[in-house]
């Protein structure tokens, strides 16, 4: 079975700075889609990024872009020039092709965006 | 309009209860799916229909049975309801099951007193 894990619980960053949220997951699979979610505290559940295994290029999205290292099982987010409205949950997620399967959520990482 | 909407938004309910929470998509998608997200905000997968077809159906209490009338509408009982059982109830919906982006509802949030 698949497995994400986010190592970082909560984070914070100046606004207007840069910050990277970590990744990791566990798969034998080759060819599967990775997402980025966000989670503010309305609780809406919105997409912020994903990514097809089998392309090399990484996904971005204006201020959103990730590193996805294959081989290393890894997918961070980079999120720059961070602003208040970013503040929010951001889940990892996992999605296998293979049919009866489904998304798999890491357990999250609390963002918070400082003035 | 909202893409996938739910209802209620809040139900605040005492044990031993039933209760139903009813979701709607206006996408046109195939796939609809109920997650649980605790109190540590895990998201995890409970049921997944698939044009009315059952697909997965995770370990998951009897006391909750998902019913889909139509591949719009994906509705969630909840029986003999338990203070475990509070949490948030997340619908969503994908264009079908192989497709990969997740539209989320806005949320249930069950509280059994």
């Known amino acids: 079975a698949q497995t994400v894990t986010q190592s970082q619980p909560e984070m914070s960053v100046q606004e207007a700075e840069t910050v990277t949220l970590s990744c990791t997951y566990d798969t034998s699979e080759s060819n599967y889609y990775l997402f980025w979610y966000k989670q503010p505290p309305s609780r809406q559940m919105i997409l912020v990024i994903r990514?097809?295994?089998?392309?090399?290029q990484n996904a971005t999205e204006n201020r959103f872009s990730v590193n996805f290292q294959k081989a290393a099982k890894s997918f961070s987010l980079k999120i720059s020039d961070s602003q208040l409205g970013d503040t929010a949950m951001y889940f990892c997620?996992?999605?296998?092709?293979?049919?009866?399967?489904?998304?798999?959520f890491g357990p999250g990482t609390r963002l918070s965006v400082l003035p | 309009d909202t893409a996938v909407s739910q209802t209620p938004k809040y139900l605040v309910t005492q044990m031993g209860n039933d209760k139903s929470i009813k979701c709607e998509q206006n996408l046109g998608h195939d796939t609809m799916y109920w997650y649980k997200q605790d109190s540590k905000k895990f998201l995890k997968i409970m049921f997944s229909?698939?044009?009315?077809?059952?697909?997965i159906n995770e370990t998951v209490p009897n006391r909750f049975s998902p019913k889909s009338p139509d591949k719009a509408h994906l509705n969630l009982h909840i029986n003999s309801l338990e203070l475990g059982d509070s949490a948030v109830y997340f619908c969503a919906s994908s264009q079908d099951r192989h497709q990969e982006k997740l539209f989320f509802g806005s949320g249930t949030q069950l509280s059994v007193l």
């Open positions: 990514q097809e295994a089998y392309k090399q």
């Open positions: 997620a996992f999605r296998s092709l293979i049919y009866g399967q489904n998304f798999v």
């Open positions: 229909y698939n044009n009315k077809e059952l697909i």
